[in-house]
């Protein structure tokens, strides 16, 4: 039941709900990544913003891209009599492990307004700490808002 509640059931929910989602993590994510990197200030907060309608159009793309894979993953850890929790959980992991993966090259040559081999020589560096930033948001803030959006909206039709 929680499933059918708590998930988009259409083209248009599912546009909501990754719209949702989107738009909370990288209102999150991208300053905090950024302030990680180059300090915690005003100033760099409002670096960040400049940025993040670039970063949010990436997101968008690499959301797409990355949910087959992502589906195929999760499919293959999960099981089919597992709780819709542990459902949620593996795909949220398997959906953060490949777009911080992506975004922690992509979104630092959006950040840095350039493309240079800085982001792929400093990845191993980079990306646990993006990783880690990104599942905890995911899991705990954006995710649980979208389901609960998701399951207003289909409690009213």
Do not use: Y
Not at 45 to 58: E, K, N, V
Not at 142 to 156: C, D, E, F, G
Request: contains cysteine; hydrophobic residues 55%; positive net charge.
């Amino acid at each position: 039941m929680e499933f059918h509640m708590k998930l988009p059931r259409n083209l248009k929910e599912m546009i909501l709900f990754v719209f949702i989602i989107s738009i909370i993590s990288v209102n999150i994510i991208a300053p905090l990544i950024t302030c990680f990197e180059l300090g915690f200030s005003v100033d760099v907060w409002r670096q960040s913003l400049a940025t993040m309608p670039f970063i949010w159009i990436t997101v968008i793309v690499m959301v797409i891209l990355t949910h087959k894979p992502a589906s195929w993953m999760t499919n293959w850890i999960i099981h089919e009599d597992d709780s819709f929790g542990a459902n949620i959980t593996i795909n949220i992991l398997c959906n953060v492990f490949l777009m911080s993966i992506f975004m922690t090259v992509i979104g630092t040559w959006i950040g840095a307004r350039q493309i240079n081999m800085d982001a792929i020589r400093l990845f191993f560096f980079k990306w646990p700490r993006n990783f880690s930033i990104s599942l905890l948001i995911e899991l705990i803030i954006a995710q649980p808002i979208a389901r609960l959006a998701i399951s207003k909206l289909h409690k009213l039709s």
